[in-house]
Nanobody, 118 residues
Framework: QVQLVESGGGLVQPGGSLTLSCGAS????????MGWYRQDPGKERELVAH???????NYADSVKGRFTISRDNAKNTLYLQMNNLKPEDTAVYYC????????????WGQGTQVTVSS
């Protein structure tokens, strides 16, 4: 079982930065993959970034070079550092966790709103 709670969203101007946090109810060091997804009203939920247990990461093309996903295992927290934000980054951002490679059950947080606007 994993409970996830996102925080750090808010209103930011284009070109600004935000760091999102996802606190987990248990150790995250052995979780197979954690991720950040986002969803704007009327749009499909889309992958932003993945963090794998072996330290591999992958990013959506739209955020490569601007966003960084990382784990702080000591704090049981997943982060998403977002730089050079654009209006199209506006969405509700969700944290996710799949504990095991071969068992495709995904836990989700409740989401945090990010709004990029001048």
């Amino acid at each position: 079982q994993v409970q996830l709670v996102e925080s750090g969203g808010g209103l930011v101007q284009p070109g600004g930065s935000l760091t999102l946090s996802c606190g987990a109810s248990r150790s995250i060091s052995s979780i197979y993959v954690m991720g950040w997804y986002r969803q704007d009203p009327g749009k499909e939920r889309e992958l932003v970034a993945h963090s794998f247990v072996d330290d591999r990461t992958n990013y959506a093309d739209s955020v490569k070079g601007r966003f960084t996903i990382s784990r702080d295992n000591a704090k049981n927290t997943l982060y998403l550092q977002m730089n050079n934000l654009k209006p199209e980054d506006t969405a509700v951002y969700y944290c996710s966790a799949q504990r095991f490679r071969t068992f495709n059950y995904v836990y989700w947080g409740q989401g945090t709103q990010v709004t990029v606007s001048s």
